[in-house]
C-alpha cells in the first residue's frame, strides 16, 4: 500500500515510499505517473514492458492531455475525460488543473458540474468515495475503518437532493462532493490523498432516476423523518469517531435539512454547510467590494434577497452581521434586508415561516404603506418589493430563470446610480438574469457578480470580465485554515473573516473601475489568504490547540501541496 513516510503533512512529502510495483502501483492514481517513471524506477518496481520506452516529463504529458481535451466537442465529453483522467493519474489531473483553472474550473465544477450529476449514472466507470446507502446502515463503521482512509483529513457529503438548481438527483450528487474536492485540491492545495467524497444514498423521489436502469444508486423512493435522522446521526457518530479532527462539509441538502442539520451538529464537530455559509460569505465578501465601486456605506444598503431558503437565509444573516459590525443596530439593519420568495415578500402573518427565515420576516406595516398596486394580489411579489423599497442591491439564489425580468432591473437602475446585481443561481441555466442583459438594461451601470461562469461585457470598447461570486472563492480557503491549525469548530464568525479577507484582495479597492473579485487564476492565493484569516480567527476564539499565532502562515504554507512528480522507493510489504 501507499505509505507517506514521517513528514508531518502529506504535502511535504519529498519522496514516496510504497511496497506496490508492476500493474497494481500504474493502477493506484495517487502514484501512477505513467511515462514519467524514470528508468531507475522501471527497473525498482518492474515497469519495463508495461510503459512505452520512452522516459517522459509531467509538462509533456500537460500538453498531450490538454491537446486531447480541447479535441472534444462538448463540455460533458470534457468532464467525463477529466474524470476519467482523474481516476488514473491524480498528478496529472491536478496539474492540469492548476495550471489552466480559468479553461477548465468551468468544466469540473459549475456550470457542467451540473450535467455530470444528472448524466452520473451513464457516466460512471471507476468508484470513488464511499456511497453509503441506508440498508447498509449498520455497517458503516465497518466501512470507515478501511486504512486506505487513515490520513482523511476532509469530507464533503451530499444526500442529492437539492443539486445546484436541477433538484432530487439521487446517487448522481455524488458528482457535487467530487468537484467540490478537486477545488480543495486545485485553490486550496490540499492533498488529494486526505479527501473524501461521500454520498449519503437514501434514496430517489426523482423518477427518471427511479426509472432509469442503469441507475447506479439505491432503487428506492427517499426516506424521510426519523429513519432519515437516525441514518444521519449513524454516520456523523461514525465519522466523529473515525476522525477526530476531520472537517467536514455538507453540501446540497434540502432547505428542509441543511440548516436544521448544521445547527444540530455544529457543536459536536468541526463542520459547515458550503451552501449556507460558504454562499454566504463570497456574497458579502463581493457586495463589501462593491462599496468601493459605488461609494454607498454598508450602513445605507438596503438589500433584496430573492430566494429564502438556507442560501439566501445564510446571506441574510452574514450581511446582518457585517452591518451590527458596521455600527447598525440590529434592528435596523434586519429592516434593511428584504427576503422574498414565491409567496413574495416575507411578513408577519405569513404561514410556514421556517425558525431561520424569522429574523428577516418584515412587519405588516412595510408593505401596508406602500400602498402597492399589485401584480400578485394575494402576495407582494419581487417587482413590487424593488418598485417601493428602493434596494441598492439585488441578490438572486432561487433557482428561477430569467427571475430578474427587465421591469425589475430597469427599477433597480431608476434609484440607483451603480445598482448592484448578483444573480448567484447556478448552473448557468438557472441564473435569475445574464450579465449582457443586466447591462444592456441598466445602460452600462450595473454593478454584476453571477454564481457561474459569463463571458466578458464590453464596455467603452474594451472587454471586461464578469466576476464571478461563487463559493470556489470561499470553501477552498476555509478548509485550508481549519484543517492546518486543526480547529475544533466552524464559526459565523471564521465566515465573516473569510468574506473580509476576500474583500481586502478586491482589485476594486485600488481602482474603482477595477474588477469587484480577482480572477480565478489568482484562486490559489486567495485560498491562501482566507486561509489565515479564518485560522488566525479560530485562534482568536481559542479554537486551537497549542499553537502559537506566529506560527499559523508556517502551518498553511505546509499543508499546500503543488502537483508534481516525486521521486519513489520501494519498501518491502510489512
Known amino acids: 500500500m501507499q505509505q507517506f513516510s514521517e513528514h508531518p503533512t502529506v504535502a511535504e512529502l519529498t519522496t514516496v515510499t510504497t511496497s506496490l510495483s508492476g500493474y497494481h502501483l500504474l493502477a493506484d492514481p495517487l502514484l501512477n505517473k505513467g511515462t514519467a517513471f524514470t528508468e531507475a524506477e522501471r527497473d525498482m518496481f518492474d515497469l519495463h514492458g508495461l510503459l512505452p520506452p520512452n522516459i517522459g516529463v509531467l509538462d509533456e504529458q500537460l500538453s498531450r492531455r490538454l491537446q486531447a481535451l480541447r479535441n472534444f466537442k462538448t463540455d460533458l465529453e470534457r468532464y467525463s475525460f477529466l474524470r476519467g483522467l482523474q481516476d488514473t493519474n491524480e498528478t496529472l489531473f491536478f496539474a492540469l488543473l492548476v495550471k489552466n483553472i480559468e479553461e477548465l474550473l468551468p468544466i469540473v465544477y459549475t456550470p457542467t458540474i451540473g450535467a455530470g450529476c444528472q448524466q452520473f449514472s451513464r457516466l460512471f466507470r471507476k468508484p470513488r468515495g464511499l456511497f453509503l446507502s441506508l440498508p447498509h446502515k449498520r455497517t458503516l463503521k465497518k466501512i470507515l475503518a478501511n486504512p486506505h482512509f487513515d490520513r482523511v483529513e476532509a469530507i464533503v457529503v451530499t444526500d442529492g437532493e437539492r443539486i445546484l438548481g436541477l433538484g432530487d438527483q439521487g446517487a448522481g450528487g455524488m458528482g457535487i462532493p467530487l468537484g467540490k474536492l478537486a477545488l ?125 431558503g438556507s442560501a439566501g437565509c445564510g446571506i441574510a444573516t452574514l450581511l446582518l452581521k457585517a452591518m451590527t459590525d458596521a455600527g447598525l443596530q440590529q434592528r435596523d439593519a434586519a429592516e434593511r434586508i428584504f427576503m422574498v420568495d414565491r ?81 448567484l443561481s447556478n448552473p448557468t441555466s438557472r441564473a435569475e438574469a445574464t450579465p449582457e442583459d ?60 473569510a468574506a473580509t479577507a476576500l474583500a481586502a484582495v478586491s482589485p476594486a479597492r485600488a481602482n474603482p473601475n477595477g474588477n469587484l473579485l480577482p480572477p480565478v487564476t489568482s484562486l490559489r492565493d486567495v485560498s491562501a489568504a482566507v486561509a489565515t484569516a479564518v485560522a488566525q480567527q479560530a485562534h482568536n476564539e481559542d479554537l486551537t490547540e497549542g499553537i502559537n499565532a506566529d506560527e499559523i502562515e508556517g502551518l498553511i504554507r505546509a499543508h499546500i501541496w503543488a502537483p508534481r512528480y516525486l521521486p519513489y522507493r520501494r519498501v518491502n510489504k510489512p
Not at 272 to 296: E, H, P, R, W
Not at 344 to 364: C, H, R, T, W
Not at 456 to 465: I, M, N, S, W
Request: aromatic share 8%; proline share 6%.
Open 184 to 308: 480543495y485540491t486545485a485553490c486550496g492545495g490540499i492533498h488529494p490523498a486526505t479527501t473524501l467524497p461521500i454520498m449519503l444514498d437514501v434514496g430517489t423521489d426523482n423518477p427518471e432516476c427511479l426509472a432509469d436502469p442503469l441507475y447506479v444508486g439505491w432503487r428506492h423512493e427517499r426516506v424521510r423523518g426519523a429513519e432519515y435522522d437516525d441514518f444521519v446521526e449513524t454516520f456523523v457518530s461514525a465519522v466523529a469517531e473515525r476522525w477526530p479532527h476531520v472537517l467536514l462539509q455538507w453540501e446540497d441538502f434540502a432547505k428542509s435539512n441543511a440548516t436544521r442539520l448544521l445547527n444540530h451538529y455544529r457543536d459536536r464537530l468541526c463542520t459547515f454547510n458550503d451552501d449556507i455559509q460558504g454562499t454566504a460569505a463570497v456574497a458579502t465578501g463581493t457586495l463589501l467590494s462593491a462599496i468601493n465601486v459605488t461609494k454607498v456605506p454598508l450602513t445605507e444598503q438596503r438589500v433584496v434577497v430573492f430566494g429564502a
Open 343 to 423: 409567496n413574495g415578500l416575507l411578513v408577519e402573518g405569513m404561514g410556514d415561516i421556517a425558525s431561520y427565515q424569522k429574523p428577516f420576516v418584515q412587519n405588516k406595516s412595510v408593505a401596508g404603506a406602500w400602498k402597492l398596486e399589485l401584480d400578485h394580489p394575494d402576495k407582494v411579489a419581487l417587482l413590487d418589493v424593488v418598485r417601493n423599497a428602493r434596494p441598492s442591491v439585488l441578490i438572486g439564489v432561487s433557482g428561477q430563470t430569467g427571475a430578474f425580468s427587465e421591469p425589475v432591473v430597469r427599477a433597480m437602475a431608476e434609484h440607483n446610480e451603480r445598482p448592484i446585481i448578483f444573480p
Open 438 to 497: 443586466l447591462e444592456n438594461w441598466t445602460d452600462g451601470r450595473a454593478v454584476i457578480g453571477t454564481g457561474s461562469p459569463f463571458p466578458p461585457l464590453t464596455r467603452g470598447g474594451t472587454k471586461f470580465r464578469v466576476d464571478l461570486t461563487n463559493n470556489s472563492y470561499i470553501f477552498p480557503g476555509v478548509g485550508l485554515g481549519v484543517i492546518a491549525v486543526k480547529a475544533r469548530r466552524v464559526t459565523d464568525s471564521m465566515f465573516m473573516a
